[in-house]
């Protein structure tokens, strides 16, 4: 059975610091690792990871995939008030006909001014 | 674009009752899903079709059936609903690469 686990599962920062993530997973079959912010409502697409090593970015937001030790991470640097949400890591099996995917549990993020 | 809608946003039941939860997606993706999402639980698979005219089960499939109606809509029916089933439901869809497109959302609770 594919499991993701992330964490912390909470975490509260003052603006301006700097977070990090992570996410590690077991998967039959890795095809690929999300990660998704959720705020008040619907996840939004942050990253998709599938190579190792190779950092994505965006603005001040940042991830990367360790394939052989299972687990990525996800950096926020000069957090803002607006980055407090639920940040969602979901691993993809590529041994199914669809999109199959596991969630972890979430990072709850609270970003204090 | 609208991209995933998701109908109604809202939603108070009793035990017994029945209701379909309604979603459309404008992005031609051939997959879709309904996720549930509880505290502490993550988002968990219900039902998915990987294209139109198929249907399975997730994760969490009990007390509830799906109809793909067509290549845009997929929906999600509760014939009598439970307490347990109290939640926020979440539709999703995508095409091959895993980067699926989330709805905003209907908040179910079953009294």
């Known amino acids: 059975e594919d499991k993701v686990v992330q964490s912390p599962l909470s975490l509260v920062v003052h603006e301006g610091d700097t977070v990090t993530l992570n996410c590690s997973y077991e998967?039959?079959?890795?095809?690929?690792l999300l990660w998704y912010k959720q705020e008040k409502k619907a996840p939004t697409f942050l990253f998709m990871l599938?190579?190792?090593?190779i950092e994505k970015k965006s603005g001040r937001l940042s991830s990367i995939l360790d394939k052989k030790e299972l687990f990525s991470i996800l950096n926020i640097t000069a957090t803002q008030t607006g980055d407090s949400a639920v940040y969602l890591c979901a691993v993809g099996n590529a041994g199914t006909s669809y999109g199959k995917l596991t969630f972890g549990q979430g990072t709850i993020l609270t970003v204090h001014p | 674009n609208a991209g995933v809608t998701q109908t109604p946003k809202f939603q108070v039941l009793k035990t017994g009752q029945s209701m379909t939860l309604q979603c459309a997606q404008d992005m031609n993706h051939n997959s879709m899903y309904w996720y549930r999402q509880d505290p502490g639980m993550g988002l968990r698979l219900i039902y998915y079709s990987a294209s139109e005219g198929t249907t399975d089960k997730g994760e969490v499939p009990n007390g509830y059936n799906v109809s793909r109606l067509n290549k845009r809509e997929f929906s999600l029916r509760l014939e009598s609903a439970a307490p347990s089933q109290t939640s926020v439901y979440f539709c999703?869809?995508?095409?091959?690469?895993?980067?699926?497109?989330f709805g905003p959302g209907t908040r179910l609770t079953v009294l």
């Open positions: 999703a869809s995508s095409e091959q690469l895993h980067t699926q497109y």
């Open positions: 599938t190579s190792s090593g």
């Open positions: 998967v039959t079959n890795f095809r690929s």
